[in-house]
DNA sequence: AGCACGCCGACT
DNA sequence: GTCGGCGTGCTC
């Protein structure tokens, strides 16, 4: 039997299946899907079964074979292969870059090579006897085997000696496939019968050792050592010297580490469901029982139980026997989530997120390979779940940006949803309050002609138990400033604040400060420098004195005085959330702040810690950037306050406006989920921008109207598509030059060939192709590497990516000469 | 990506 | 006449 394996090599050349025959002793171990390891030129390395044939066109003589298969079960299957090939297309990346992106780190491969001491009549007496090389064999001889890398390190003097010995044979050299992370193995404690241990505690003289007993009887279940130390505060001599009488079993168990063992999740049933809530959950329970494919939508306002139809809906995907999946930005991952999870479906539920270790990762990831559970909750990579039987795959918050991988294969989760629905005739929910452009004009309720399968609007448009959404107020902060005040926070926020003190209510305060663009900002009237081109606002860049547009490369000196009412009040953008903290302290004093951040949530469990403080009402303060806006919810938090609006829709994105409708309206929903009304304070330089007039009216269907008017205008997403190709190298001007041919290259083959064709077939109108550029990427240098970039938009799905991959291809020679960086990004969220 | 093969300058 | 620089090309 032959095999067509990806290697791990993620180069150009290599990218292609190669042969190897499965020796009959692997035949039964090796399926479409398993990691190998195989020889390669003159290495052993992984790769990934993607075929099995009979036969092979490659010359036999050339053909080697498997060296072994790493893993019992494979850790792919049949369809993710398949999906990582699609991938590759359609991202364009390498495909091993693709198929490592499904497993957990954990299996990456470490590559390892250790010598050991060859037969003794190999070793010469030259070998022994000569001081350096003596030593050396010494060392290895002591160790057994020593890693290649620990050896040279340890005799840097000697490495000429070392190759030379490795060449004669008289050391070897082997080299490894390593797994980063074993399989866990825990010392845990096995407690005898009741009886017996009564027994052994009348002859206990130890007062700890009898604790130990005591506590064995109470809990008669095995319990790792580790957990008996720390629950009774013993030592684990303590419990050893036990063992050591024989009194109970003290042994090594292969375990699954679950980072959520040691917590209890109370069971939860089913709440009942609103008559909007319950038609969503009636229409997919229908299309799961009919075992068809279908896209939902489900727009729901904020508080409106979007969780609880996700719930019910997995319930019932469970019950047909099937398995879901639930995806969750990052940031909305929170222990309130999980335990929503947790308590309704027990262990039948993994849960994948960045906080967990390699390990932890790696045994949430098994025991979804070994059926162990149903569901599957997580971020982004968790829509790779290796399940076989999909039937359900919910994407929450589905407008989030972190749905997109901002680094190689830079995938958009929802399309890989999608993907993986329509080979499972599963269903796929994508489920927000204010959902993306693309979604909603992608539904039903839009009609989109060219849509053959359009996504399926679900709508509920109140929220639970009919509780009002919180009434916002928006602050303009000119007129702040024209009476004099130049506080962070103007005086309806201040009042807002003072008033929750004095009730001893709660309160989040959103600081949206993203990246470190700095607009340039008139404080008198709001005027913000914009493009004239592309009417996005323009970055301030101090060494040049110049404003510039990052899509067209448009550049304007900038100004000190206001062109619109001749201020001088120009200022460009940023403050802190540190600044913010201080500025409360100094104001309300005694007022107590939780302030989370990049800084304060970077340890490890330090998010869940601050918000189980703010839950336990330990602080009157939440104060953060984006991830206080996110899925939070606490009965006493009656007023939202955002400082300032405009952070976002000032960044140079044509998804500002989108981006901060979206935070606004979500933030906003934090407020009054409970009893108590809650209210909200918007503080901004553009109170009269659609995004925040909408918002503050919670108006979805209004915005998305003005803002598609705005896409249509200016030929933007979901209008067109994008490919942002990023070039990089330390010279800027061959930057340019190649970042030109490339361009060049790109119109002459789309209007030589791709034109023509497509103008005569009958849909040739909608067929389009424009190519920016190129100008400085918007981080135009990174690690002394300029940046210049590239866009391509294009309407009708003629092969554009092929058509780059074919640009990028051509400039190889120029990439492999002057080591020029290429990145292609298809449907970028950022444009950085 | 590695690693080997292969063809031109400074040393015994 | 040899050691070694890194340019080019291959890996089933």
Known sequence: MYAKVIVDVPAKQTNRAFDYTVPPELEQWVDIGSRVGVPFGPRMIQGFVVELHETTD?????????????????????????????MSKKYLCHEITALQSMIPGALKAKYERSVTLAETNLVTESDVFEPRRGEVIRFVSQKGSV?????????????????????????????????????????????????????YMEQCTGQRQRDVLNFLCANPAPITLSELTAALNVSSGTVKSLADKGWILLQEADVFRDPYASRTFAPSDPLSLTKEQDDAYRQICGVMQSRTHQVFLLHGVTGSGKTEVYLQAIQQCLELGREAIVL????????????????????LVAVLHSRLSDGERYDEWRKIQLRKVKVAIGARSAVFAPFTDLGLIVIDEEHEASYKQEDSPKYQAKEIAVFRARHHQASVVLGS????????????????????SPVRLLSISSRVEGRPLPKVQIVDMREQLREGNRSIFSSPLHKAIQERLDRREQMVLLLNRRGHSTFVMCRSCGYVAGCPHCDISLTYHQ????????????????????????????RYFGTGTQRVEEELGKLFPGIRVIRMDMDTTSEKGSHEKWLNMFRDRQADVLLGTQMVAKGLDFPHVTLVGVIAADTVLNLPDFRSAEKTFQLMTQVAGRAGRHELPGEVVVQTYTPDHYSIRCASHHDYTSFVQLELAQRRERNYPPYCKLILITLSHEQVTLLVKVGEALVRYLKEQWNSRYKAVYANSPKGARYSMEVLGPVASPIPRIKDRYRFQ?????????????????????MEDMMRQEKLQISVDVDPQMLM
């Open 433 to 452: 309050a204010t959902p993306s452009l693309e979604s909603f004009y992608y539904t039903n309720a839009f009609g989109d002609p060219r849509s053959a």
């Open 328 to 347: 969750v930005p990052e940031i909305a991952l929170t222990p309130q989530m999980v335990e929503r999870f947790k308590s309704r479906f027990g262990d």
């Open 58 to 86: 490659i010359d036999t003589a050339k053909i080697k074979a498997i060296d072994k298969v790493l893993d019992i079960h494979a850790p792919l299957t049949e369809e993710l292969i398949q999906l990582a090939g699609w």
């Open 543 to 570: 060494h040049s004195r110049t404003v510039r547009c990052h899509y067209c490369g448009y550049a304007e000196r900038s100004k000190t005085v206001c062109p619109d009412c001749g201020s001088e009040h120009i």
């Open 147 to 199: 890693a290649l890398e620990t050896l040279l390190g340890r005799f840097p003097a000697e490495q000429a000696i070392i190759k030379e010995m490795i060449n004669a044979g008289a050391l070897v050299e082997e080299q490894h496939i390593k797994d980063r992370v074993s399989k866990k193995k825990l010392l845990t404690v096995y407690p005898p019968e009741e009886a017996q241990l009564r027994g």
């Open 790 to 810: 590239c866009m391509v938009k294009y309407r009708g799905d003629m092969g554009a990516a092929d058509l780059v991959s074919k640009a990028v291809s051509s």
